[in-house]
């Protein structure tokens, strides 16, 4: 397993290279071009920055999360070829580098969803928080309530929520009118038949992120979201640069999914992992917590047994933690929460590891 943790980049985080060096056991950032308009080929001189900026501290740039896929790609639309053209070459640039594995989604037009950011959990810290009666009724609108979400971001951009997204809300919704789970799929295959290929050549391994929440919100479609599903993703082309990231927290939210039985069955087609806990509600709201399996429903001991039991050498990180100790930072995205939980993480690997012999 090689440990990982996510930067925004200078000027961009509150986190500074310095710090993730002086985590224990991180080899590398997961990074991307935050500042690049989806759809544009990402330039080199960008690229070759972030990799300037990590080398200093020895950091490696083997992960790139995310390069999103444009809307009209996943709308099946005429212009898709021009978009999936520039991904093409994006993922060339990175494979210059030797970037090894990027993390893209096919969720139409939102990405991660929460309805409040800084919920109070008992400890008196706070972390995102998921509450299903805000989202899931009939008449919601998705635009005041994504507002309201990102107004209370206390100024930090969030990954997936580009604000120019949602300047063309009601257009895109329109848009998706046509769009069903089926036509959805064929968008995927269509696009993962066009750049496979190129990442094979490249030396790189596609990773999808599943849906989060993993189920249909504001009646857009959703296909990554259950362990049946992902086998028929990694079915649609069958190569091993086509494959998942297993992000425990997305999947866990439906109990239904059993996270250590995916990774058993498919760690071989999982380049990269995002591990953290939620906590569910009877009513089906969730809010995350920390690392600890105590803490949460998911039992993450048992998660990171089912990778180690299976040798995984691929990329894990840590994934949103609470804010604490009254830090300031990206919503989920702050050092000392995720700190802790690479610790825990570590901790139960080291353990396993020692007890292999
Ligand atoms: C949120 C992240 C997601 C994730 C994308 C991957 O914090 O987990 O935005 O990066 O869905 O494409």
Request: hydrophobic share 35%; with cysteine; net charge negative.
């Amino acid at each position: 397993m090689k440990m990982t943790f996510r930067w925004y980049g200078n000027g961009n985080d509150s986190v500074s290279l310095e710090q993730i060096k002086q985590i224990p056991g991180v080899e590398g950032i997961v990074w991307a071009l935050h500042n690049e308009p989806v759809g544009n080929i990402w330039p080199m001189e960008k690229i070759l920055e972030i990799q300037k900026d990590a080398s200093k501290y020895n950091l490696n740039i083997d992960v790139v999360e995310s390069v999103n896929v444009h809307e009209d790609i996943k709308l099946g639309l005429p212009t898709r070829d021009l978009y999936i053209e520039n991904y093409k070459k994006t993922i060339e640039n990175l494979g210059k580098v030797g970037v090894k594995v990027i993390c893209y989604n096919f969720m139409p037009i939102f990405d991660w969803t929460r309805t409040d950011l800084y919920k109070k959990l008992d400890d008196g810290s706070t972390a995102l928080f998921y509450e299903k009666s805000k989202v899931e009724f009939e008449g919601v609108n998705p635009l005041v309530l994504i507002k309201e979400i990102s107004e209370g971001s206390k100024g930090y951009t969030m990954p997936g929520w580009e604000p120019e997204k949602f300047e063309r809300l009601e257009k895109l919704f329109l848009a998706y009118k046509n769009i069903n789970e089926e036509k959805l799929w064929e968008n995927l295959k269509y696009f993962l038949e066009q750049i496979i290929p190129v990442a094979e050549l490249n030396g790189i391994k596609m990773a999808i992120h599943p849906d989060d929440p993993p189920w249909s919100i504001f009646g857009l479609p959703r296909i990554i979201t259950c362990g049946e599903n992902l086998e028929r993703l990694l079915n649609l082309v069958d190569s091993k640069s086509n494959g998942i990231t297993l992000c425990s927290g997305s999947l866990g939210s439906n109990p239904k999914n059993n996270i250590p039985d995916i990774i058993r069955r498919y760690n071989e087609r999982i380049p990269f992992a995002h591990i953290r806990n939620i906590k569910i509600y009877e009513n089906g709201d969730f809010i995350e917590t920390s690392h600890r399996s105590c803490d949460g429903s998911l039992d993450i001991t048992e998660i990171v047994k089912a990778f180690n039991e299976r040798n995984y050498e691929g990329y894990i990180r840590p994934d949103h933690g609470r804010h604490i100790w009254n830090e300031k930072c990206r919503p989920g995205y702050g050092l000392y929460d995720r700190a802790l939980g690479i610790m825990y993480i570590l901790g139960i690997w080291d353990i396993l590891e020692k007890n292999k012999y």
